[in-house]
C-alpha cells in the first residue's frame, strides 16, 4: 500500500526501492502528468534533429540516428536512476564511431557501415552492463573536468572540420582533421555556392532565433524550413545534395555482425567510458534535491541496456546528453515519463514525417551539426580553469591538441593518461610547509596565509596532507629537510591531523630521517596522530626512539611543553 507524506506525493513503499522503476512509476503523482508530457514534446523537438545529425556525423544514414534514439529513449526509463536524463546519443559519441567507422574494417564500413556501428553498439553495452555488475562506475572519475572540457573541445573542433564538405558542397578524400585542413585549401575553388547559402541560412537560423523566439525550437523550425525550401525551389536539382531517401516505419530487429569483434573491442571500451561519463555528467548536473541520487551502477546497467537495444534495431552507440537533458529540465520534466513522450515523437517521425526528411539537404544537417560543435568548445571554460590552476589548464590544451592532432579514439586514451598522470603527480607531490600561530591564542595555520601570524625561534611545525607512502615518502623528506636547513630549528614538529596513514616503507623513513636530525643537533616530535597512527607508533622502533614525552595530543601541548622545558628561552 502507498503512502503519503506532507506534501500529499506518493512515497514508495521499502519493498520497491530496489525495481530500477520505482523511484517515478510506482509513486507517480497525477499533477506531473501535463508538465512531463509538454517536457517530453519540447525535448523531442531538439532530439529528433540531433539524432540525425548524430548519424551524419558518424557516417552513417540518418535513420541510424533515428533508431538509436529509439531504443535508448525507450529502454533507459526502466532502469536508469535519474528523472531527467534524456538518452539517445552525443556528438562526442557519434564521432567516435565515426572514427572506426572509417578506419576499422574499410572494405566492412564502406558495404555497410551500420554493420560496424551496431557491432560498436553491442560491444559498449556489454562493457557497460558487466561493469555495472562489477560495480566498476568509479572509472569516470579518472577523467578530470579540466581533461573533459579539453577533450570535449578537441571534439568540437573535429566535428567542425569534418563537416566542412558539407558545408561547402566540395568532395574531399581525407579522414583526419589534418588531411582535411591540408586538402581544403586546394578545394575551395569548386565550393558550391547555393549549398554554401543553404548553411550560412542554416548556422544564421540557429544562431539569431533563439534570442528572438526563445521558446521556439530552432533545430526543428530549421529543419521543417529547410526541407520545405529543397521542394519548393527545387534545390536537388540546382545541385544541392539531400540526405536522400530513407525507410520509412518502424526499425526491425537486426542480429549485430559478431565477426568483427574482436577487432572493435579497445575502441569499444573507449566509447563505453566516454559514454558512461558524459551520462553521468549530464544526469548529476541537472538533479533536483528532491530526486533520488545518482547510482553509478544502475546507471551503467541502463546505458548499457540501452546501447544493446539500439545494436538490435540497426544504431550506434548511445548516451545521455546533456544539451537535451538541460531542455528536458527546464521544460519542467518530473519524471522519466517525459522521455517515453520523447520515444512517442520519435515513433511518429518515423512512421510519417520520412519523406520530410529525405528531403533535407546535407548542407542544413551541416550547419546544424557546425553549431553543436562550437558549442563544445567553451573559452570561458579554459579561463576558468587557467586562473585557479595553470598546470591543469595545460593539460587540459594537451588533451584537446591530442584530439584534433592524433584522433579521436586516441584522444580518450591521452585523456585518461593525462587524467591518472596528473592524479599520480599530486599524490606523490604533497603539499609540505611550514605552520605559525596567531598570538594570544591556540590558532595554527599555514605560515603567510595571516601576516600577524608568527613562529617561535628554534621551534618548526610542518605539516603535510594525505597518506604518505614508499612513492611519495621520498619528495616529503627532501621538503622537510630543505626547510630544516633554511629555519635552523632545535625542534621541528611533524602535525599529523591531516595524515590518515603511513605505509611502512614510509615509516622506516620517518625513522630515519629522525637519526638524520638528531646527528645534526634536532629534536623530532609528532603532534595530532589518529587513533590508527597512533596504534601503528606504538608497534614501531620510533615510539621507543621518541618516547611518550615527543609525541603529543595537539599543537597546543607541543607549545606547552615547548614553554616549560624552557627551549623557547636558548
Given at each position: 500500500?502507498?503512502?503519503?507524506?506532507?506534501?500529499?506525493?506518493?512515497?514508495?513503499?521499502?519493498?520497491?526501492?530496489?525495481?530500477?522503476?520505482?523511484?517515478?512509476?510506482?509513486?507517480?503523482?497525477?499533477?506531473?502528468?501535463?508538465?512531463?508530457?509538454?517536457?517530453?514534446?519540447?525535448?523531442?523537438?531538439?532530439?529528433?534533429?540531433?539524432?540525425?545529425?548524430?548519424?551524419?556525423?558518424?557516417?552513417?544514414?540518418?535513420?541510424?540516428?533515428?533508431?538509436?534514439?529509439?531504443?535508448?529513449?525507450?529502454?533507459?526509463?526502466?532502469?536508469?536512476?535519474?528523472?531527467?536524463?534524456?538518452?539517445?546519443?552525443?556528438?562526442?559519441?557519434?564521432?567516435?564511431?565515426?572514427?572506426?567507422?572509417?578506419?576499422?574494417?574499410?572494405?566492412?564500413?564502406?558495404?555497410?557501415?551500420?554493420?560496424?556501428?551496431?557491432?560498436?553498439?553491442?560491444?559498449?553495452?556489454?562493457?557497460?552492463?558487466?561493469?555495472?555488475?562489477?560495480?566498476?562506475?568509479?572509472?569516470?572519475?579518472?577523467?578530470?573536468?579540466?581533461?573533459?572540457?579539453?577533450?570535449?573541445?578537441?571534439?568540437?573542433?573535429?566535428?567542425?572540420?569534418?563537416?566542412?564538405?558539407?558545408?561547402?558542397?566540395?568532395?574531399?578524400?581525407?579522414?583526419?582533421?589534418?588531411?582535411?585542413?591540408?586538402?581544403?585549401?586546394?578545394?575551395?575553388?569548386?565550393?558550391?555556392?547555393?549549398?554554401?547559402?543553404?548553411?550560412?541560412?542554416?548556422?544564421?537560423?540557429?544562431?539569431?532565433?533563439?534570442?528572438?523566439?526563445?521558446?521556439?525550437?530552432?533545430?526543428?523550425?530549421?529543419?521543417?524550413?529547410?526541407a520545405l525550401a529543397a521542394t519548393w525551389?527545387?534545390?536537388?536539382?540546382?545541385?544541392?545534395?539531400?540526405?536522400?531517401?530513407?525507410?520509412?516505419?518502424?526499425?526491425?530487429?537486426?542480429?549485430?555482425?559478431?565477426?568483427?569483434?574482436?577487432?572493435?573491442?579497445?575502441?569499444?571500451?573507449?566509447?563505453?567510458?566516454?559514454?558512461?561519463?558524459?551520462?553521468?555528467?549530464?544526469?548529476?548536473?541537472?538533479?533536483?534535491?528532491?530526486?533520488?541520487?545518482?547510482?553509478?551502477?544502475?546507471?551503467?546497467?541502463?546505458?548499457?541496456?540501452?546501447?544493446?537495444?539500439?545494436?538490435?534495431?540497426?544504431?550506434?552507440?548511445?548516451?545521455?546528453?546533456?544539451?537535451?537533458?538541460?531542455?528536458?529540465?527546464?521544460?519542467?520534466?518530473?519524471?522519466?515519463?517525459?522521455?517515453?513522450?520523447?520515444?512517442?515523437?520519435?515513433?511518429?517521425?518515423?512512421?510519417?514525417?520520412?519523406?520530410?526528411?529525405?528531403?533535407?539537404?546535407?548542407?542544413?544537417?551541416?550547419?546544424?551539426?557546425?553549431?553543436?560543435?562550437?558549442?563544445?568548445?567553451?573559452?570561458?571554460?579554459?579561463?576558468?580553469?587557467?586562473?585557479?590552476?595553470?598546470?591543469?589548464?595545460?593539460?587540459?590544451?594537451?588533451?584537446?591538441?591530442?584530439?584534433?592532432?592524433?584522433?579521436?579514439?586516441?584522444?580518450?586514451?591521452?585523456?585518461?593518461?593525462?587524467?591518472?598522470?596528473?592524479?599520480?603527480?599530486?599524490?606523490?607531490?604533497?603539499?609540505?610547509?611550514?605552520?605559525?600561530?596567531?598570538?594570544?591564542?591556540?590558532?595554527?595555520?599555514?605560515?603567510?596565509?595571516v601576516p600577524d601570524d608568527v613562529t617561535?625561534?628554534?621551534?618548526?611545525?610542518?605539516?603535510?596532507?594525505?597518506?604518505?607512502?614508499?612513492?611519495?615518502?621520498?619528495?616529503?623528506?627532501?621538503?622537510?629537510?630543505?626547510?630544516?636547513?633554511?629555519?635552523?630549528?632545535?625542534?621541528?614538529?611533524?602535525?599529523?591531523?591531516?595524515?590518515?596513514?603511513?605505509?611502512?616503507?614510509?615509516?622506516?623513513?620517518?625513522?630515519?630521517?629522525?637519526?638524520?636530525?638528531?646527528?645534526?643537533?634536532?629534536?623530532?616530535?609528532?603532534?595530532?596522530?589518529?587513533?590508527d597512527l597512533m596504534w601503528m607508533m606504538?608497534?614501531?622502533?620510533?615510539?621507543?626512539?621518541?618516547?611518550?614525552?615527543?609525541?603529543?595530543?595537539?599543537?597546543?601541548?607541543?607549545?606547552?611543553?615547548?614553554?616549560?622545558?624552557?627551549?623557547?628561552?636558548?
Open positions: 500500500m502507498m503512502e503519503n507524506d506532507k506534501s500529499g506525493l506518493c512515497v514508495r513503499p521499502p519493498q520497491l526501492s530496489r525495481c530500477p522503476f520505482a523511484s517515478w512509476l510506482c509513486a507517480y503523482p497525477v499533477v506531473w502528468l501535463r508538465l512531463d508530457v509538454v517536457a517530453g514534446l519540447t525535448a523531442a523537438a531538439v532530439v529528433i534533429p540531433k539524432a540525425l545529425a548524430c548519424a551524419v556525423i558518424a557516417g552513417l544514414p540518418v535513420n541510424a540516428g533515428m533508431y538509436t534514439a529509439l531504443a535508448a529513449l525507450v529502454v533507459y526509463p526502466f532502469l536508469g536512476s535519474s528523472r531527467v536524463l534524456s538518452v539517445s546519443t552525443t556528438s562526442t559519441l557519434a564521432l567516435m564511431t565515426a572514427s572506426v567507422v572509417t578506419t576499422s574494417l574499410p572494405g566492412v564500413a564502406a558495404n555497410n557501415p551500420v554493420v560496424v556501428g551496431g557491432a560498436l553498439a553491442l560491444l559498449v553495452g556489454a562493457f557497460l552492463i558487466l561493469a555495472g555488475v562489477l560495480r566498476l562506475g568509479f572509472i569516470a572519475n579518472f577523467i578530470s573536468k579540466p581533461v573533459l572540457i579539453g577533450f570535449q573541445a578537441g571534439i568540437g573542433v573535429v566535428i567542425a572540420v569534418s563537416q566542412l564538405k558539407s558545408v561547402l558542397g566540395v568532395h574531399l578524400v581525407s579522414q583526419t582533421t589534418v588531411g582535411i585542413l591540408c586538402e581544403l585549401s586546394g578545394a575551395l575553388s569548386r565550393t558550391h555556392a547555393l549549398t554554401l547559402y543553404v548553411a550560412f541560412a542554416g548556422v544564421a537560423v540557429l544562431l539569431v532565433l533563439p534570442r528572438v523566439t526563445p521558446r521556439l525550437s530552432a533545430p526543428l523550425v530549421l529543419v521543417t524550413v529547410s525551389f527545387g534545390l536537388e536539382a540546382r545541385g544541392v545534395a539531400l540526405v536522400g531517401a530513407v525507410p520509412r516505419g518502424l526499425p526491425l530487429i537486426v542480429c549485430p555482425d559478431t565477426s568483427m569483434l574482436l577487432h572493435l573491442w579497445p575502441a569499444a571500451l573507449g566509447i563505453a567510458l566516454m559514454s558512461f561519463t558524459e551520462s553521468v555528467a549530464a544526469a548529476r548536473t541537472f538533479i533536483r534535491r528532491a530526486d533520488p541520487a545518482i547510482n553509478p551502477a544502475r546507471e551503467l546497467v541502463a546505458i548499457g541496456a540501452a546501447n544493446l537495444a539500439a545494436a538490435f534495431l540497426g544504431g550506434f552507440p548511445a548516451g545521455g546528453g546533456t544539451s537535451q537533458t538541460a531542455v528536458n529540465a527546464r521544460a519542467g520534466a518530473r519524471s522519466q515519463l517525459a522521455q517515453l513522450v520523447t520515444a512517442g515523437m520519435v515513433v511518429v517521425c518515423l512512421l510519417f514525417l520520412s519523406r520530410g526528411v529525405s528531403l533535407l539537404p546535407q548542407a542544413t544537417l551541416g550547419a546544424l551539426v557546425l553549431v553543436v560543435s562550437a558549442s563544445m568548445v567553451k573559452p570561458a571554460d579554459f579561463r576558468a580553469i587557467g586562473r585557479v590552476r595553470k598546470d591543469e589548464l595545460a593539460w587540459a590544451l594537451v588533451t584537446t591538441a591530442g584530439v584534433v592532432l592524433i584522433g579521436t579514439l586516441e584522444g580518450i586514451l591521452i585523456a585518461v593518461a593525462v587524467s591518472v598522470l596528473t592524479l599520480a603527480y599530486q599524490f606523490v607531490h604533497p603539499p609540505v610547509y611550514v605552520m605559525a600561530h596567531r598570538p594570544g591564542t591556540q590558532i595554527f595555520c599555514r605560515l603567510g596565509d617561535d625561534p628554534g621551534l618548526l611545525i610542518l605539516r603535510t596532507e594525505g597518506r604518505i607512502i614508499f612513492a611519495n615518502a621520498p619528495y616529503i623528506s627532501d621538503k622537510m629537510h630543505a626547510l630544516v636547513d633554511a629555519h635552523a630549528p632545535r625542534v621541528v614538529v611533524l602535525e599529523c591531523s591531516a595524515i590518515p596513514d603511513i605505509e611502512y616503507t614510509a615509516l622506516v623513513m620517518l625513522t630515519e630521517a629522525e637519526e638524520r636530525l638528531r646527528a645534526r643537533g634536532v629534536e623530532l616530535w609528532l603532534a595530532s596522530l589518529n587513533p606504538k608497534r614501531s622502533p620510533l615510539e621507543n626512539i621518541l618516547g611518550s614525552h615527543r609525541i603529543f595530543r595537539d599543537l597546543s601541548e607541543v607549545q606547552a611543553a615547548w614553554k616549560s622545558r624552557g627551549l623557547a628561552a636558548e
